[in-house]
Antibody, heavy 120, light 107 residues
Framework: QVQLQESGPGLVKPSETLSLTCTVS????????WSWIRQPPGKGLEWIGY???????NYNPSLKSRVTISVDTSKNQFSLKLSSVTAADTAVYYC??????????????WGQGTLVTVSS | DIQMTQSPSSLSASVGDRVTITCRAS??????LAWYQQKPGKAPKLLLY???RLESGVPSRFSGSGSGTDYTLTISSLQPEDFATYYC?????????FGQGTKLEIK
């Protein structure tokens, strides 16, 4: 079955850019939508945005000015960049596959998540 | 954005109990609702979608219902492995949004 694994630095300095990659195994990245979702410590879940394997994207308006999601189909990977980070961006970052319904999408499966701390 | 409000925020129950968690949307979402279970240090796991459809492999003691703005997740007979945090998520409109979670603890 499809498995997802996040990777990237666990510590990022304030004002710098957070960069994470999600590697998809057990299946092709093609023909699906893929999302990033984050969870600050002890708090709830926030959808960051998605990318279609063709490269089209949709971002949460609350983060849109700072987010870039890209895809590399040759490596079966997609990536997240979040610029100008602050302590408020400290969170566990999850990648997930979107399950598309008529109205919208839910998420299954998810990666195990990776904690990114923003601190100098 | 559609706001999702879960109640209660936490709940203590015993093995074998029947429990119900409620999720209320700030506007109607036409059954475009998913439920997830999250255990400490783990990723959320999909339980139900379309408000009442059970994901493959999820035990039948989990069920969902509701319409309009109000939805419920029911666990008919709590098992030890069910103690976790539960989240609802609406996918009626973008951005998809989640409830704040309901932590189910052992009494």
């Amino acid at each position: 079955q499809v498995q997802l694994q996040e990777s990237g630095p666990g510590l990022v300095k304030p004002s710098e850019t957070l960069s994470l990659t999600c590697t998809v195994s057990g299946g092709s990245i093609s023909s699906y939508y893929w999302s990033w979702i984050r969870q600050p410590p002890g708090k709830g879940l926030e959808w960051i945005g998605y990318i279609y394997y063709s490269g089209s994207t949709n971002y949460n308006p609350s983060l849109k000015s700072r987010v870039t999601i890209s895809v590399d189909t040759s490596k079966n990977q997609f990536s997240l960049k979040l610029s100008s980070v602050t302590a408020a961006d400290t969170a566990v970052y999850y990648c997930a596959r979107d399950v598309i319904a008529v109205a919208g999408n839910w998420f299954d499966p998810w990666g195990q998540g990776t904690l990114v701390t923003v601190s100098s | 954005d559609i706001q999702m409000t879960q109640s209660p925020s936490s709940l203590s129950a015993s093995v074998g109990d029947r429990v119900t968690i409620t999720c209320r949307a700030s506007q109607g979402i036409s059954n475009s609702l998913a439920w997830y279970q999250q255990k400490p240090g783990k990723a959320p796991k999909l339980l139900l979608y379309a408000a009442s459809r059970l994901e493959s492999g999820v035990p039948s003691r989990f069920s969902g219902s509701g319409s309009g703005t109000d939805y419920t997740l029911t666990i008919s007979s709590l098992q030890p492995e069910d103690f976790a945090t539960y989240y609802c998520q609406q996918y009626y409109s973008t951005p998809p949004t989640f409830g704040q979670g309901t932590k189910l603890e052992i009494k």
